[in-house]
């Protein structure tokens, strides 16, 4: 007689973090019962007790992947001492997502775009409200910069917020097509570039 239900030794977080990992190489459509059940060593019966649904397994996985790997980069933006060390920061942290050994190359949350199909509305808004707030996040951070005398006041925000959203996201395309840490360190410095180019507009502070 076959079990029912969750094995005894049902270890429901190590159990996400496989099903994040299937997800985050293959995509949600990528990703097939099978391949999930398989990697997370339970099964179909366990799969839908524990989670409700593949659709609710990958919002959760997702969700997991910006609390514990995807957070690295908002952290570094938020807790280094000026907003060009931030970016510094952030676009490095990406790298090391990325480009480790950790995972799958690429970012979860940025391929998860490219890989969800239109059908699949609650994931792509799921998906489009994460990078929202990275661009909010960084719009903030430009915001205080050109408030505080380090960018000048006819700075855009909102577009630089985008342009290095674009970058982060970049960053993690250019990986899962092979780039290197190298590669994606050039990166990084042209966009760090660019953002020299703007704030010396208002001369030497811009370089704080």
């Known amino acids: 007689m076959s079990s029912r239900g969750r094995p005894r030794s049902f270890d429901r977080t190590e159990a996400l973090e496989k099903a994040m990992e299937v997800f985050w190489k293959h995509g949600f459509e990528g990703s097939s019962l099978t391949d999930l059940t398989s990697a997370m060593g339970i099964n179909s019966p366990s799969l839908y007790a524990a989670f409700g649904s593949k659709e609710a397994l990958y919002l959760e996985a997702v969700r997991h992947y910006g609390r514990t790997m995807g957070s690295a980069t908002l952290r570094a933006l938020a807790e280094a001492p000026s907003v060009r060390e931030g970016l510094a920061g952030m676009l490095c942290a990406a790298i090391g997502c990325a480009a480790g050994e950790a995972g ?8 998860g775009a490219m890989q969800c199909a239109p059908g699949n509305e609650r994931i792509g808004e799921e998906l ?31 577009s630089l ?6 970058v982060l996201h970049g960053i993690a395309i250019q990986a899962r097509d092979g780039a290197t840490r190298e590669e994606l360190g050039a990166i990084v410095s042209h966009a760090l570039a660019a953002f020299d180019r703007v704030a010396r507009v208002n001369g030497p502070a811009g370089r704080s």
């Not at 917020?161 to 674009?166: E, G, S, V």
Request: proline residues 7%.
């Open 128 to 158: 489009k409200e994460m990078r929202r707030t990275v661009r909010d996040t960084l719009r903030l951070k430009f915001e205080a910069a050109i408030a505080e005398g380090v960018l000048p006041p006819d700075a855009d925000a909102a």
């Open 161 to 166: 917020a985008t342009y290095f959203a674009t």
């Open 104 to 111: 799958p190359r690429g970012c979860m949350i940025a391929l």
